[in-house]
C-alpha cells in the first residue's frame, strides 16, 4: 500500500497569467471561465486568489454549496431586499467589515459565504422576506472597498441559477450589476465559472452580454502537462501510459490515480462506472423515445475516429448529451467532445458492443 501523499496544486501558469493579467487592468468585463467538468477551474482559481496581494479583496460565491445556502434563497436574499430598516440593518454591518478589510490589512477572502460576510448575516437575510433592490446598495459597498482595494467578485457554478428563469429579472438583474460593476464603473473584477457552457452561452444571448465579457478556457491538463504531473508523483511508464490513454488530463482523476493502491483496478473499475451510467441512459431512453436513442447513437458514432467533433448547431440530442454531463461543448470554438477520455473509451466501447 502506498501511504496518502497530499497533491499539491500544479501548474497552470498559462491560466493564472491570463487572469493575474485581467486583475492587473482596470476592470473592464464580466470574464467566464468555463471548461469540462473537473478541469480544474474552481482549484486554479482558490488557488489564485489565495495568492492574490493584499491590494485585493475576493468575495468567492459557489453557488452549489447548497449545505450552506440553497441558491434561489442566496439570490433572492441578495438582490431582492426591501424594508428600509433591514437595509439599514446590513449597511451598519457592511460598514463594520469595511472597517476591518481597511484597517486590518489582510487579504480577505469571503469563501463560500458570497457578498454579505458572514453565515450568520446570511441567515438574517433568510428571515427577512423582502423585494427591494439591493444592487444599488451593493455598488456602493464595492466603491467603498474600491477606494483602498479593488474588490474581486466570483461566482463559482453560476449555472446553478438558470433555472431561475433567465428571461426574467433576475438574471438580467445580476447580469447588469455586474456590468455595473465592470463595463460602467470598472470598480469591481468579476469571474463567472462554470462547466456548462451551453448555460454561458444562453446568458450571453439573452442578457444581451455582447463585448462585455471576455471567455477564459479552463481546459484538462495536455499531454504534456499530464506527463510531468505523473512525472513529480514518480509513476512508472506502463502506469503513464494507462493513465495517459484511459483517464486523460483530467486533473481530479489523475490524482485518485496516483493516490489510489492499485492503479489497474482503479482505471478499470472508472471505465466500468462510466460505461454502466451511460448504458443506463441510452437505453432507458431506446423503449422510452427510440427516435432520440438513434439520434443520441448518431452523435456518439462522431467519436469512433475523432476526439473532438465539430458541430453545426445545437440539437435536442446534443443538449441531452450536455446536460447529462456526457459532452462537453465549446460554443466559441463550435467543437463538441466527451466530458473525458473515460467517457470516450466508454461510449466506444458501447458502439463496439452495439454491433
Ligand atoms: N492544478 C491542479 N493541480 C492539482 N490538482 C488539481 C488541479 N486542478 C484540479 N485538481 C484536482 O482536480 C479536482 C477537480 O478540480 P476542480 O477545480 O474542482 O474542477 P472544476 O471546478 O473545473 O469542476 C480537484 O479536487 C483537485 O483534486
Ligand atoms: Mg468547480
Do not use: W
Not at 428563469?165 to 450589476?177: A, R, S, T, V, W
Amino acid at each position: 500500500m502506498k501511504g496518502i501523499q497530499r497533491t499539491e496544486f500544479f501548474d497552470r501558469e498559462k491560466e493564472k497569467e491570463e487572469i493575474l493579467h485581467i486583475l492587473r487592468q482596470e476592470p473592464q468585463e464580466i470574464n467566464f471561465i468555463y471548461g469540462p467538468i473537473n478541469s480544474g477551474k474552481t482549484s486554479l482559481i482558490t488557488n489564485l486568489i489565495e495568492n492574490l496581494p493584499d491590494d485585493y479583496v475576493v468575495f468567492y460565491v459557489n453557488l452549489r454549496r447548497k449545505s450552506i445556502i440553497r441558491y434561489e434563497d442566496f439570490i433572492r436574499v441578495l438582490f431582492a431586499i426591501e424594508e428600509g430598516g433591514f437595509l439599514k440593518k446590513i449597511k451598519n454591518i457592511f460598514t463594520k467589515v469595511l472597517k476591518h478589510i481597511t484597517s486590518t490589512g489582510e487579504k480577505t477572502l469571503y469563501k463560500s459565504h458570497g457578498i454579505p460576510v458572514d453565515k450568520s448575516l446570511l441567515e438574517t437575510f433568510f428571515k427577512e422576506k423582502s423585494n427591494e433592490d439591493v444592487f444599488n446598495y451593493l455598488v456602493e459597498y464595492f466603491k467603498n472597498i474600491a477606494k483602498h482595494k479593488t474588490p474581486v467578485l466570483v461566482i463559482d457554478e453560476l449555472q446553478m441559477i438558470g433555472d431561475l428563469e433567465i428571461n426574467g429579472k433576475l438574471i438580467y438583474k445580476l447580469f447588469n450589476f455586474f456590468i455595473g460593476l465592470t463595463k460602467e464603473l470598472h470598480i469591481c473584477h468579476v469571474f463567472a465559472l462554470s462547466s456548462d457552457s451551453l448555460f454561458i452561452e444562453k446568458v450571453y444571448n439573452e442578457a444581451i452580454l455582447k463585448e462585455r465579457c471576455r471567455y477564459v478556457l479552463v481546459d484538462e491538463f495536455d499531454e504534456k502537462t499530464t506527463l510531468k504531473f505523473l512525472e513529480k508523483y514518480k509513476v512508472g511508464e506502463d502506469e503513464q501510459d494507462l493513465a495517459r490513454n484511459c483517464l486523460g488530463g483530467k486533473p481530479g482523476m489523475l490524482t485518485s490515480f496516483i493516490n489510489t493502491s492499485n492503479r489497474k483496478d482503479f482505471v478499470e473499475d472508472v471505465l466500468t462506472k462510466r460505461k454502466g451510467d451511460i448504458e443506463e441512459l441510452i437505453f432507458s431512453l431506446e423503449d422510452k423515445n427510440t427516435a432520440m436513442f438513434e439520434k443520441i447513437i448518431n452523435v456518439f458514432k462522431n467519436f469512433i475516429n475523432a476526439e473532438s467533433v465539430k458541430y453545426k448547431y445545437i440539437t435536442d440530442e446534443i443538449l441531452l448529451l450536455v446536460g447529462e454531463n456526457i459532452i462537453f461543448v465549446d460554443p466559441y470554438k463550435k467543437i463538441m467532445r466527451m466530458q473525458s477520455k473515460t467517457d470516450l473509451l466508454a461510449v466506444r466501447e458501447i458502439l463496439k458492443e452495439l454491433k
